[in-house]
Every structure is written in C-alpha cells, then in structure tokens.
C-alpha cells in the first residue's frame, strides 16, 4: 500500500471533480441518479441537509448504487467521504439505509467488499460506515424489519449477521496485522468500542479468539492519543464482562493486572471510571475476586476513594468494589486468609499462627509459587518498620522450619538466616525473642527445636 494512500484525507478526496456524467453516457448510471448527484454534489452542508431531509432514501439508493457498479478507485473514494461526511454531520440520517423503499437494496455488500479490497482510506471508511449504520437498525421490538433480515426478497441479501461477523473478521485481522501502522489498531479498537454491544458481536469476538488481542493494549498512557486508545480497549473489556464465555478468556490471560496497573496510574477520570465498572463486574465471578485481593486491589480502591471524583456512578461503584472485596475477604480459607494478611504487609498475632493444626494442614501450599509467601514475609524483613509484623514474621519462618521436611534447606537457600540475625539486635523485645527462636530452629533442626516452641 502507497504511504501518500494511507494518509489520503477526507478533504482532499472531496476536492475532486468527480465525472458524472461520463458514467451516465457509458451507462454505469441512470438519468435520474445523475440528476440527484448534480442537485448534491458541491453543495453546502444546509442545503443537502434539506435534499435529505425532503428525499434521503433516493441519495442513500444512489450512494449504494455507485459503490456497487464502478469501481475507480477515485470515484469510491469520493462517494465513502460524501457518506461519512453526510452521517458525521447527523449520525440520525444511518436511518435512511433502513427505510422500506430500500428492503430489496443490498445496502451492506459494497462496504464489505472493499472492507478487504480497497486501500487504507477506503477500509476505515467501508469499516465506520458500516458499524454506524449496523447500529442505527430498528431493533425487531420497533416494529419495523431492518434491511438484510427480510425474508420475502427476490434475491439472497447479506443478512445484519453476516454483517456482524465480517467485520469482527476484519477488526480482528487488523488488530493482528493492521492495514496502516499507527491508524489501523486505533481505527478496530474505536469500531469494537461500538459493536461489542451487540450479544451476537461478542459472541463472534469471542469465536475468532479475540479477547487475547485486547490485552496487550491494556496498557498505561502517556499521550492524549494512548489514553484515548486505552479508554476504548478498556470499554471493550467492559462490555465483554457482562459476557459469560468472554469472561473465561478474561480470567486465563494477563487482563486483571493490567486492568488494576492501569486504575494505578491513571490519572483520566473516564479511564478509571471504566476500569473500576469492569472490575466490579468481574468481582463475583470464578476466581477474580481472590486475585483482586492478592494484586493488592484493596489499597487501590481506597487511595481511589480518598480522591475527589466529579462522578457518581464511580464513587458507587467504588464503594460497591470495597464492600466486596471485604465480603471475599471474610470468606477465604483459613490459607487463604493468612496469604492475605501477608502480601498486604498487616501481620499479627491472629490464631492461625500459633495452631499446630493450621501449619501441618497448610505446610504444602506454602510451596505455591515458587515459595512466595515466603520471599514475601522475608521482605517484610527487610523493609518493615512496624515491630509486631518483625515479629511475627519471623515466628512464621520458624513454624515453616518446623513443619516443612525441608524447612531448613529452603530457609537457608532463601538467604533469611543474614535477615533473621539483624534483627537479634533490634530494640523491641517481641522482635527479639521470635527472631532468636527462628535462630535456634534454623541451626538446631525441627526435632531438637521443638521444646523451644514459644
């Protein structure tokens, strides 16, 4: 694709002289659909308005007609440009490609055809177009059929889900290998931000396994473009998460941190507005709301809270966030509990620590990845000042030297015993004694340390 192609504007494309009557005499148009373009054509934009108001469904026919019978590329060009520039100005007139007089009217086959064929200008046009007049269908409870679903026309139409999922095909094959380097992924992303409304869009999204694209693009902003970009994919995951089977790709891939590292630093409020309404949406659901708790999603929400929002549905989703993950909180395994009240740093001398039947039935999920609890309470080590979690801490690495097979090994591989003897010298007594303990336990093994159990 020419690069003086991808950045083709509207304005110089409407600049041209378009020869119609060129197609009349070699027969490409009629008589009556050259009186209509010369009536429209350089007009201002009050004076088509009236044409269309007065005769809207004959300019769409003829539009329509153009795009399916002459194939210039400069003449297609024009004729997407007048359309997008006619529904810019009132998106209301989408309308006009549903009225009755156009039921045996394909009116939705030349914008997918060139959705494929044509160059960038061409796509991005074919692509909006479409998703707006998509949108604009009466709905079946309107009482009226819109085009592409009535059943007793002469020849096969292209139905509104043919429609639908042609151009999830194409967002997505664009989402994977975009048609312009810096206009094609913005271009899907703003489409799908419109079309995931529809429950047969996302279930089409979901077949042609497009949740994963999204992710990525998840991703903090630094300009005004990213963020705008940001703020549509998040609207997208918004929309899915009102979606069962979409939520299933959600909970398997990387969305839930990002979601989260994005609500961090954003500073948008509309950002933030629909990260935090996706969030709550997935809170109930499978396993979201644990990982909420571990990705440190508490804090978020209430140094979000502490910030004066202008919104109310965020202020009420915020607190709807808050009062849930406390609900999760509560009803967590006895393990569960204790991983929480490690990776959010508050350790005290709840029961669990000193109940031999807690460490003995729990000693194995101490294992979980790759040992975190326990890099996790040596961290704590090293960076905390509050003497009760030192304390603490320490009292649990000797627990899980005493009950682990391997406790010594991995305590020592862990480096804890240089962390541990610090604080042997520290000024609280509490800090003191545990941290001794753990001393004793690591260099005199679990059976010989067992009578020294605090």
Known sequence: MASDQAELTAEQV?????????????KLITGTCLQLLRRYDNRPESYRAQLLDEDGPAYIQVFVGILRDIFKEETVEYVLALIDEMLAANPKRA???HDKSLANEDTYEPFLRLLWKGNWFIQEKSCKILAVIVSARPKPQDGIVANGEASNSKRKLTTIDDVL?????????????????????????NCLATLLKEPVVRSSFVQADGVKLLVPLITPASTQQ?????????????????????????????????LIEVVKSSTKEKVVRV???????????????????????????????????????????LNQLDEGMKDNIKKLSSFDKYKQEVLLGHLDWSPMHKDPLF?????SNFEENDFQILRVLLTIL????????????????????????????????????????????????????????????LFLGAKYASFLQA
């Not at 409407?14 to 070699?26: H, V």
């Not at 939520?247 to 969305?255: D, F, G, H, P, V």
């Not at 460490?359 to 000693?363: A, E, L, Q, T």
């Open 165 to 189: 999922k042609a151009l999830v095909e194409w967002l997505c094959a664009q989402l994977k290998k975009p048609s312009h380097p810096s206009l094609g992924i913005p271009t899907a992303i």
């Open 359 to 363: 460490w003995r039935d729990n000693i």
């Open 226 to 258: 990213s963020t705008q970009l940001l703020y549509e994919t998040c609207l997208c995951v918004w929309l899915l998460s009102y979606f069962e089977p979409a939520i299933e790709y959600l909970a398997t891939s990387r969305t839930l941190p990002r």
């Open 95 to 97: 309308r006009l490609f």
């Open 14 to 26: 409407l600049k041209r002289d378009i020869p119609w009557e060129t197609y009349m005499t070699t």
């Open 275 to 317: 990260v935090v309404l996706t969030l709550r949406n997935l809170l109930s659901k499978g396993t979201f709301g644990v990982q909420m708790v571990d990705l440190g999603l508490p804090q978020t929400v209430q140094s979000l809270k502490a910030q004066a929002w202008s919104d109310e549905d965020l202020l009420e989703a």
């Open 382 to 441: 090293d960076t905390s000042s509050d003497p009760r979690a030192l304390a603490v801490a320490c009292f649990d690495l000797s627990q899980f030297i005493q009950y682990h097979p391997a406790g010594r090994v991995i305590v020592t591989d862990l480096k804890a015993k240089e962390r541990v003897m610090k604080l042997m010298n520290h000024e609280n007594a509490e800090v003191t004694k545990n941290a001794l303990l753990c001393i004793q336990r």
